[in-house]
């Protein structure tokens, strides 16, 4: 399969070191210094492209690719409050997209234990919920995707909370303190929640792959779910196994519901 990378900073060497390990060719590979390669033969020649670049760019990096007919796999988060008017550009152009908030086989395992348990948990208003995530320094979207992904697993299976609402991204040192000048620079608030609201925390620190905690607490005892990615080179694998499954020319707008419909 010809595969064309869209950001090549990290996670764009990294699924590169995966998809040629798998037997694909990469074909082309964008940056932010050469953009008019969206304009190459190379790029239209691809069988799909994937993409993982910033919130601001995402969005013009998936038009440019229905304009030129290649399927894309969209690995960028913090676009998603235009997600409707993105599938609506998929379909007007008979295209192909597959986004995720996180490609990672394990945390769509995640996801859906988070289902699960939030269902049994109805059962049990004793017991109150927290999520928590930790990612590394540069990560630009707060809360995660992913993390935005787990808590509307909860709040969507869990009838006492209505909705989720983030209290805080807290940016702290190698060694877990307050990192009090970042904190500052960033304006960090911490916020109040009310009963039927899923309080969600993000952390900053150093290089963190990603960590995501579930916990419900009560009065006896406390349930603890955690996943923690251990590199990046999964979220990599979860997107060029997505790339596999969309090059057989399938049309429309999916995620890893449809790859792994629990």
Same mark, same amino acid.
């Given at each position: 399969?010809?595969?064309? %990378? ?8 990294? $699924?590169?070191?995966? =998809? %040629?390990? !798998? &037997?694909?060719?990469?074909? @082309?590979?964008? +940056? ?14 691809? +069988? ?10 995402? #969005?013009?990096?998936?038009?440019? @690719? ?8 969209? &690995? ?15 379909? *007007? ?11 990672? $086989? ?16 109805? &059962? ?6 927290? %999520?928590?995530? /930790?990612?590394?320094?540069?990560? %630009? ?9 787990? =808590?509307?697993?909860?709040? +969507?299976?869990? +009838? ?8 805080? @991204? ?11 000048? #970042? ?40 349930? /603890?779910?955690?996943?923690?990615? *251990?590199? !990046? ?23 890893? /519901? ?5």
């Amino acid at each position: 399969m010809k595969i064309a %990378l869209i950001g090549y900073g990290k996670m764009g060497h990294i $699924i590169e070191d995966v =998809a %040629l390990s !798998r &037997g694909h060719e990469v074909v @082309c590979k964008i +940056d932010v210094n050469n953009l008019e390669d969206f304009d190459s033969e190379a790029f239209r020649q691809a +069988d799909v492209a994937i993409e993982f670049t910033t919130p601001k760019t995402t #969005r013009a990096n998936m038009t440019r @690719c229905l304009a030129a007919g290649v399927p894309v796999v969209v &690995g960028s988060t913090g676009w998603y409050d235009q997600l409707s008017e993105v599938k609506a550009e998929v379909e *007007k152009a008979n295209g192909s997209l597959f986004w995720a908030s996180n490609f990672s $086989i394990g945390v769509n395992v995640f996801v859906a234990m988070q289902k699960y348990v939030a269902r049994i948990m109805n &059962g049990y208003p004793q017991y109150d919920v927290r %999520l928590e995530e /930790t990612h590394h320094i540069h990560k %630009l979207d707060s809360p995660s995707g992913t993390a935005i992904t787990i =808590a509307n697993a909860v709040t +969507d299976n869990l +009838d006492r909370k209505q909705t989720w609402k983030e209290t805080a @991204c807290v940016w702290q040192h190698e060694d877990e303190s307050i990192d009090v000048a #970042r904190n500052a620079e960033a304006g960090t608030q911490f916020a109040s929640h009310n009963d039927d609201e899923l309080e969600v925390v993000a952390y900053r620190r150093g290089e963190v792959p990603g960590i995501h905690t579930v916990t419900y607490d009560s009065e006896v005892d406390t349930l /603890t779910m955690t996943h923690s990615a *251990k590199s !990046r080179r999964g979220f990599a694998l979860g997107a060029v196994v997505a790339a596999e499954w969309m090059g057989d020319g399938k049309k429309g707008v999916y995620t890893m /519901t449809d790859l792994m419909p629990f």
